[in-house]
T-cell receptor
Framework: DTGVSQDPRHKITKRGQNVTFRCDPI?????LYWYRQTLGQGPEFLTY????????KSRLLSDRFSAERPKGSFSTLEIQRTEQGDSAMYLC??????????FGPGTRLTVL | GENVEQHPSTLSVQEGDSAVIKCTYS??????FPWYKQELGKGPQLIID?????GEKKDQRIAVTLNKTAKHFSLHITETQPEDSAVYFC?????????????FGQGTILTVHP
């Protein structure tokens, strides 16, 4: 257990529905990252927060995706109008002003 | 952007043998290279990392080597045990304006046979 928690661990939804995931980073970690991992692939970067500021977004993050970190602590990732191609593991990682990132257990999303 | 290639995609060894996984990267600005182990249904777990000012780093049975000129780095596991069986990922980060985002390789499925 790295200290990064994610909720829920599994989510099954129907195409077109909205879903929201939560990440709680290690306490006092000011950097928070979201990655997406599809079966048989390495994680791919989605977005990055330093404290509450979202400083970078990947082009993978279409306008159906939005992420927030309102008080610089936990973060949420919302996907609107889900598509089957959104099925993946969504991973959150945190770090404290260094390169070393600690990952949570992930949220497995299945879109039917 | 950065591109990381990882080989082999699968690796099967006998318990007690050594295992070597190799990665190459494209961005000469990359300066941080972690290795993660991922077990089924879990998030990646950091096992060792190396920064560009160091050529080699060891932690018990695990070692990583870095050749910045050739842009490649390798993970070495000695005296493998069945519990080492997992998927291993290399990654690279350029720090600075990349904000430390990691670019991962495609992964290596390591199987250690008792």
């Amino acid at each position: 257990d790295t200290g990064v928690s994610q909720d829920p661990r599994h989510k099954i939804t129907k195409r077109g529905q909205n879903v929201t995931f939560r990440c709680d980073p290690i306490s006092e970690h000011n950097r928070l990252y979201w990655y997406r991992q599809t079966l048989g692939q390495g994680p791919e970067f989605l977005t990055y927060f330093q404290n509450e500021a979202q400083l970078e977004k990947s082009r993978l993050l279409s306008d159906r995706f939005s992420a927030e970190r309102p008080k610089g602590s936990f973060s949420t990732l919302e996907i609107q109008r889900t598509e089957q191609g959104d099925s993946a593991m969504y991973l959150c990682a945190s770090s404290i002003s260094t390169d070393t990132q600690y990952f949570g257990p992930g949220t497995r999303l299945t879109v039917l | 952007g950065e591109n990381v290639e990882q080989h082999p995609s699968t690796l099967s060894v006998q318990e007690g043998d050594s295992a070597v996984i190799k990665c190459t990267y494209s961005d000469s600005a990359s300066n941080y290279f972690p290795w993660y182990k991922q077990e089924l249904g879990k998030g990646p777990q950091l096992i060792i990392d190396i920064r560009s000012n160091v050529g080699e780093k060891k932690d018990q049975r695990i070692a990583v080597t870095l050749n910045k000129t050739a842009k490649h780095f390798s993970l070495h596991i000695t005296e493998t045990q069945p519990e080492d069986s997992a998927v291993y990922f290399c990654a690279a980060s350029a720090g600075g304006t990349s904000y430390g985002k990691l670019t991962f390789g495609q992964g290596t499925i390591l199987t250690v046979h008792p």
